[in-house]
Structures are given as C-alpha cells and as structure tokens.
C-alpha cells in the first residue's frame, strides 16, 4: 500500500529521513568553503588521468533527488529537469543540498582554486525532483510518493532521455510502482545506479538498489574499510568513497558529507563515462565492464558488504570485459591501503599486476550468476547515518 501524503520527507543534516506528521521548513544550506586540496577520493579515481578517456560527453545522467542548484561548477551542465513535487518544469533548486553534492560528484567542473571536481565533468545532468525539506509545511506541502517517485523514473527514461539514472535515495519497504518503473527504465537500456542505505548491518536489504537491473553501491572509508553506516547484503554489488567525501555545496564552495548516497554517485559517473568510451555497448555490457574490472575487497569475489569489489574507473575504462569462466580462481587478497598512508593511491591500489588479473577471472564468474539473477542481460533489445529515505 503507498502512503502518498501520511509520511512527509525531510532533510535532517542533508540526508533524507521520514517525518511523521506535519513540520516546518528548515533552514537552506547556504555557500560552503572552497577546498583547496585534492580530496582522498579524487587522489585515487583521478579525474584527470580519466579524462584522457571519456568525460561523459554527449550523456545524459538523470538524478532523482532534491533537485540540483546553480552551483558555479555545474555551469552549463544541469538541464531544468522536472520539478515532480509541484507539477513544475524546472527542478534546478535545491535547499538541503543533497541533489547537488550527487551532481557535482556526477559532473562537476573543475576549478583553478580547488581540486573538487566530478567524475564525468563532460556529462549532463537532468534532475528530477522529488523531495524537498525547504518545502515543508503545515499543509504537507512538501510530501513525496513512492508513486511520484515511479513517475521521476519513467520520465527520466522517456523525456529526459537519461542513458544512467542515479537513486540516492532509499525507500522504507518495497512499492510495485517503483519496481515497474525500474524494470522499464532497464529493459529500455539505461544503466540504473542507486545507494545501498545506511543502516549499517541490521539494514537488510534496501531499495531500489535490491531490484533485478539496478547496481547497488556501498560506501567506504578514505582506508578502503567499509564504512560502519554503510547496509550489507546481496542489493549491494561494488563500494565507492561514501565516507568524509568532499562535495560542491549550493550557491558555492564545498562540504564534506558522508553517506552510501554520495558513493552511488562515484559509480553513476563512472558508468556515464563507460557509455561515451563504449558507445555501442547496451547498459548490462556496460555493467559487466564496470563490474569485472573491481579491484579486490574482503571476503572474496563476492559479498555482502562490498559486493564484487571496489569501484576503480580507470580499469573499468582501459580493461577489456575478460571471457565468461566457470570456475572461481583462489587468489590471495592484495592489502587495501598503503602502510603509514590514509588514502588510497591513485586508480589501481588494489590490483596488483598480475593478483588482480588472476582475481578478476573469479570476479567474472560471480558476475555472471549474480548478473543472470539480477536481470543484466539486454532485454532483447556528513553528515548522518540515517539513509536517504523516500515514503513508501
């Protein structure tokens, strides 16, 4: 059963909760500080080194969240989108800032004074909005619905024309709607991308990252451990930054956040990227590459924490999508993190020459099983650990 208008959303912090009940409109984050340095998730993806490759040119990335505001690193990036909690056609406003902190990790520009930039800064955003806590009020104005979140979706794919769709957001329980819609937007060849939740480890299984199709995303500290809010189980299939990640803050500036919402977004550009190198590739190709080119994480080729392994988008860009095995290869785990170092190295830490090619035939392996189980074939064709949540 939806509940359209019983359960309002808000932002607590940036970060979606539900509200029961009627509340007022909290106060809209502002500019933030210009960050100086190259942030720890920046060192190890390395924009730089990926924009030798593709920028994400030519792709659109539909992000389905609070909107997205005019920061000045987003110029010319962000189309007007749809404004899907009050009917309008232009959802480039954004109040808590979350929508904005996923775009820019999405295509942030670079700029001179700062080494915060997105992933994809070629691609376009197309927002769609579908919570809001500045709109907030007494007569529920600002409420949301799994079934405008079903709709958010389908647009994206038919108007928008989004070739990835990026989901920060989690639902407290299922909704056949939204299932619909993201079985449409799969079956009709979009790369869907959403965050695995904050539960931590009693969280079970979130959604829409636990739909057949949809790559779920679990967030990792600067040290390549899992991050303690991040929510384990088979909805998540890689791990991206997601913890103290530095993000573009509405009207300017940075913040830092953390939150599996800001590591789907990490995947989401990395995907935008694969669709501009490998053009003619359908989206569970593309998933394929982005997955089997993980770099090795605990507890093996699969689990429930890290899914297949780490996000790495210079192998996911440069590897080749090795041959279909039968068998899982043993190979010893190579360390996450360089000793007396807190971050990771540049693209490539974890896969050590030839451990991380013998690793990437078991990493195959899983893929196939789970990607035959998740639906990956054509269709013939910081700040709070409560997760972003949408009324179910």
Request: glycine content about 14%.
């Amino acid at each position: 059963m939806r509940l359209p208008v019983a359960v309002v959303v808000g932002f607590v912090a940036g970060v979606v909760v539900p509200v029961v009940g009627p509340a007022s409109a909290a106060q809209c984050l502002g500019a933030g500080v210009t960050s100086p340095g190259v942030p720890a998730e920046l060192k190890a993806y390395a924009p730089a080194r990926l924009a030798g490759l593709a920028t994400g040119a030519g792709v659109r990335v539909a992000v389905i969240d609070s909107g997205v505001a005019r920061n000045p690193q987003l110029t010319g990036r962000v189309l007007g989108g749809r404004d899907f909690l009050h009917g309008a056609a232009d959802a480039r406003q954004d109040c808590p800032g979350h929508g904005t902190a996923v775009a820019g990790i999405i295509a942030g520009l670079p700029e001179a004074d700062s080494g915060v930039q997105g992933l994809a800064p070629g691609a376009t955003i197309v927002p769609a909005r579908v919570s809001e806590d500045s709109d907030l009020d007494d007569a529920g104005q600002g409420s949301s619905s799994a079934a405008a979140f079903a709709q958010a979706i389908r647009w994206s794919v038919t108007t928008a024309r989004a070739k990835v769709i990026n989901i920060s957001l989690v639902m407290p329980g299922q909704d056949a709607g939204v299932r619909a819609a993201v079985a449409e937007a799969v079956a009709a060849d979009v790369v869907v991308v959403a965050a695995a939740g904050n539960g931590g480890v009693d969280g079970g299984v979130a959604y829409p990252a636990g739909y057949p199709g949809v790559i779920g995303v679990g967030a990792v500290a600067a040290d390549g451990s899992l991050a303690q809010f991040s929510q384990p189980g088979e909805h998540v299939d890689v791990a991206a930054f997601g913890d103290a990640v530095t993000v573009l803050s509405p009207v300017s500036g940075h913040r830092v956040v953390q939150g599996t919402s800001f590591a789907a977004p990490f995947v989401a550009a990395t995907a935008a990227l694969l669709r501009e190198r490998f053009p003619r590739d359908s989206a569970a190709e593309i998933t394929d590459r982005l997955l089997r080119s993980v770099d090795p994480a605990p507890g093996g080729a699969r689990s429930a924490g890290y899914g297949f392994g780490l996000l790495n988008p210079y192998r996911a860009l440069t590897e080749e999508a090795g041959p279909k095995v039968a068998a899982v290869v043993a190979v010893s785990p190579v360390p996450l993190a360089r000793r007396g170092g807190p971050e990771w190295d540049r693209a490539g830490l974890f896969a050590a020459g030839g451990a991380g090619l013998a690793l990437l035939a078991g990493v195959v392996a899983a893929v196939v099983g789970r990607g035959r189980r998740r639906g990956w074939h054509p269709a013939t064709s910081g700040e709070s650990t409560t997760h972003d949540r949408m009324p179910g």
